[in-house]
């Protein structure tokens, strides 16, 4: 497939990504989650699967996969914001599922898959007991995606991504990673009453 067709797949995504930074809604993340299996699809004539060796895009592509089969969003995702809870994270919005959905999630990966499925969201889902954080996971599979069509050669024409590249050029020259922890500063007796505090979150 020609660069140019790409191109769209590549802006939709980036236009996703933006729409989830700032209405961080269902709505967004389900658009976002689309975007980045529509930009696998378009890749793959030419290229191959190379977002696969992304973990998590091979996490949150299960998790599409569950979500387009479970019926509404609304119904399993709830985004949150940690703003004046007194959270020290790098992150003040959390994106929570249930513990549950993941594993549905896996188990309703194909087969020869759910290894790997499985192994992809220990690995990079946030896990709180009864209920997981993905937004540090969305966040960076968006980054390593860019990455990856950077070692393609391959661009977007969109503002939204040349706003990404500026704001990826601008953590390189200034020594910031370009990717997020979500890793909240707990003392160990602490931990418990998080998983609580985003349990309660998510019940909400």
């Known amino acids: 497939m020609m660069k140019e067709q790409i ?15 700032t209405a961080f809604n269902e709505d967004s993340l389900f658009q976002l989650l689309t975007a980045l ?31 387009h089969h479970a019926g509404e969003i609304q119904n399993v995702v709830k985004l949150k914001s940690l703003q004046g809870m007194g959270v020290a994270t790098d992150l003040l919005q959390v994106c929570l599922i249930s513990f549950n959905d993941t594993i549905a999630a896996i188990e309703g990966t194909e087969k020869k898959f759910k290894v790997q499925a499985a192994d992809a969201i220990a690995a990079t889902f946030k896990d709180w007991g009864a209920v997981v954080d993905i ?3 969305v966040l960076n599979c968006v980054a390593k995606v860019f990455e990856l069509l950077q070692v393609l050669k391959i661009q977007g024409t969109s503002d939204e991504y040349s706003n990404f590249v500026r ?6 020259a200034n ?25 309660s979150l998510y019940n909400e």
């Open 7 to 21: 191109s769209p797949a590549i802006d939709r995504l980036f236009r996703t990504y933006f729409q989830y930074c």
């Open 37 to 67: 299996h529509s930009l696998d699809d378009r890749l793959k004539p030419n290229h191959g699967r190379p977002m696969f060796k992304i973990q998590e895009y091979i996490a949150l592509k299960a998790l599409r996969n569950h979500f």
């Open 135 to 137: 937004n540090p996971c």
């Open 167 to 172: 704001q990826y050029e601008w953590e390189s």
């Open 175 to 199: 020594g910031h990673s370009h990717y997020v922890t979500g890793q909240v500063m707990l003392r160990p007796g602490e931990v418990s009453t998080y998983a609580a505090l985003m349990a």
